[in-house]
């Protein structure tokens, strides 16, 4: 049962280079999110999106962007890297809108901008 | 943006012993739910509680959705070495397109 795989597992980059962090749900879920997850704190959101098409802004959004060109993929997209992302991002999906629908989570790619 | 006040922030308790740990919020949710996340891997949803007063349990596990919406708890009973981790609450609200806000978690340690 593979749910949410997330590529790569861990990455190092240098300071204003690029990179994409892909993400794949192979449970038809239409709800799709990027968090972050920085040392002893919870997770935050950065970007959603509720189905192909369709994307918006979290609660840190800023330097980062998504596509969902599919309903399987959601890659996040950072264009010109800074130290302050380095961070843990994980990847989750849900079904049908609704509360009782709960998230389910990839195992995260560690990021480290040096 | 919103909060949730998860407490304690750690916790070193002996196999054996019950543990308990809680969520508020300022304003009200939906749905609490409770994930566990051990080292190296994403959050693994335990408990997921929909309705104001609800108390669900899971095996060792039980969690209670707070009346006034804007708390929850969650007991371990009898710990084991693998009860080890970070639990996290979160909240949900139905006007938030699935969003979820989360605490900061609580780091348990059980001692053999």
Same mark, same amino acid.
């Given at each position: ?28 879920? *239409? ?6 997850? !920085?040392?002893?704190?919870? %997770?935050? @959101?950065?970007?959603? +999106? ?14 980062? *962007? ?6 399987? !993929?959601?890659?996040?997209? %950072?264009? @010109?890297?800074?130290? +302050? ?14 509360? *009782? ?14 | ?112």
């Amino acid at each position: 049962n593979a749910g949410v795989t997330q590529t790569p597992k861990f990455r190092i980059l240098k300071i204003g280079q690029s990179m994409t962090l892909q993400c794949a749900q192979d449970m038809n879920h *239409n709800y799709m999110y990027w968090y972050r997850q !920085d040392p002893g704190m919870g %997770l935050k @959101l950065i970007y959603y +999106s509720v189905g192909a098409g369709i994307t918006d802004k979290g609660e840190v959004p800023n330097g980062y *962007n998504v596509s969902r060109s599919t309903t399987e !993929d959601f890659p996040l997209r %950072l264009e @010109l890297a800074a130290p +302050s992302q380095t961070s843990v991002y994980f990847c989750a999906s849900s079904s049908q809108i609704g509360s *009782n629908q709960p998230q389910h989570f990839g195992d995260g790619t560690r990021l480290s901008i040096l | 943006g919103q909060q949730l006040n998860q407490s304690p922030q750690s916790m070193f308790i002996q196999e054996g012993e019950d543990v308990s740990m809680n969520c508020t919020s300022s304003s009200i949710f939906n749905t609490w739910l409770w994930y566990k996340q051990d080292p190296g891997e994403g959050p693994v949803l335990l408990i997921a509680l929909y309705k104001a007063g609800e108390l669900t349990s899971n095996g060792r596990l039980t969690a209670q959705f707070g009346i006034t919406r804007k708390d929850s708890f969650l007991n371990i009973s009898a710990s084991i070495p693998s009860d080890v981790g970070i639990y996290f609450c979160a909240g949900q609200k139905e006007t938030s397109g699935s969003r979820l806000t989360f605490g900061e978690g609580t780091q348990l340690t059980v001692n053999p």
